[in-house]
């Protein structure tokens, strides 16, 4: 079992930035595909970015690309989600996910976290 938590969200002005870190329990982090999704209120779950295993080919959503990165310390069972220019858009919870596959969708993923909120202000 792989337990997630994360941690970071809270309240940012348009413009501003936050970086959401997930932390893995368990010796196999290093085995799993990471990703980040977010649901906004009213609204599916949906795809923010990827990582694989071996922290290469990330991938984004298209509304995302060039202002969130994600990235990945094995080491210290980790994976980031840098969000710089935020938007009131990005406004969501946000949960990390642990996988065997890499994907965009939610059944690519095995093991989820509670999530973290963002808000962001105009």
């Known amino acids: 079992q792989v337990q997630l938590v994360e941690s970071g969200g809270g309240l940012v002005q348009a413009g501003g930035s936050l970086r959401l870190s997930c932390e893995t329990s368990?010796?196999?982090?290093?085995?799993?595909?990471m990703g980040w999704f977010r649901q906004a209120p009213g609204k599916e779950r949906e795809f923010v970015a990827a990582?694989?295993?071996?922290?290469?080919?990330?991938v984004y959503v298209d509304s995302v690309k060039g202002r969130f990165t994600i990235s990945r310390d094995n080491a210290k069972n980790t994976v980031y989600l840098q969000m710089n220019n935020l938007k009131t858009e990005d406004t969501a919870v946000y949960y990390c996910?642990?996988?065997?596959?890499?994907?965009?969708?939610?059944?690519?993923?095995?093991?989820w976290g509670q999530g973290t909120q963002v808000t962001v202000s105009s």
């Open positions: 996910a642990a996988g065997w596959l890499i994907g965009v969708t939610q059944k690519e993923y095995d093991y």
């Open positions: 368990g010796r196999t982090f290093s085995s799993y595909h």
């Open positions: 990582i694989s295993r071996n922290g290469y080919t990330p």
